[in-house]
C-alpha cells in the first residue's frame, strides 16, 4: 500500500511557475514507479511525466516537455513536478500516482494509488 497526498497547486499567470510535491508513505515507495497525471473539467484523466523507482529515468508527455521537471527524493519518500512556462491550457487538477509493480506505462488506469489532487490554475 501506498498513501499519496500532493500539494503546491495554486493560482499562477501565464509563463508563471508552480512547484507540485507529493509525499508518499509506504515500505514500497523506493521501488515504485511514480506518475503525474491531470484532469481538466469535462476531460478525461491525461498522462503528465512519470519516473523510474530508482529516479534515473523520466518520461514526459509532449505537453510537458522542456516546461516540466519530475523528480524525486527516496529518502525522504517525495515526488516532485516543477512546471516552468505556464500556460492556460495547463488548468487542471493534478495528480501523483504510485505504480508499485509491473512495467512503467503512462496509462492512468494502471496506476493503483493516487493522491486527492491539487488545483492548478493559470489565468491569462
Known amino acids: 500500500q501506498v498513501q499519496l497526498v500532493e500539494s503546491g497547486g495554486g493560482l499562477v499567470q501565464t509563463g508563471g511557475s508552480l512547484r507540485l510535491s507529493c509525499a508518499a508513505s509506504g515500505r514500497t515507495f523506493s521501488t515504485s514507479h511514480m506518475a503525474w497525471f491531470r484532469q481538466a473539467p469535462g476531460k478525461e484523466r491525461e498522462f503528465v511525466a512519470l519516473i523510474w523507482g530508482s529516479g534515473d529515468f523520466t518520461y514526459y508527455d509532449d505537453s510537458a516537455k522542456g516546461r516540466f521537471t519530475i523528480s524525486r527524493d527516496n529518502a525522504k519518500n517525495m515526488v516532485y513536478l516543477q512546471m516552468n512556462g505556464l500556460k492556460p491550457e495547463d488548468t487542471a487538477v493534478y495528480y501523483c500516482?504510485?505504480?508499485?509493480?509491473?512495467?512503467?506505462?503512462?496509462?492512468?488506469?494502471?496506476?493503483?494509488?493516487w493522491g486527492q489532487g491539487t488545483q492548478v490554475t493559470v489565468s491569462s
Open positions: 500516482a504510485a505504480r508499485t509493480s509491473g512495467h512503467v506505462t503512462r496509462e492512468y488506469r494502471e496506476y493503483a494509488f
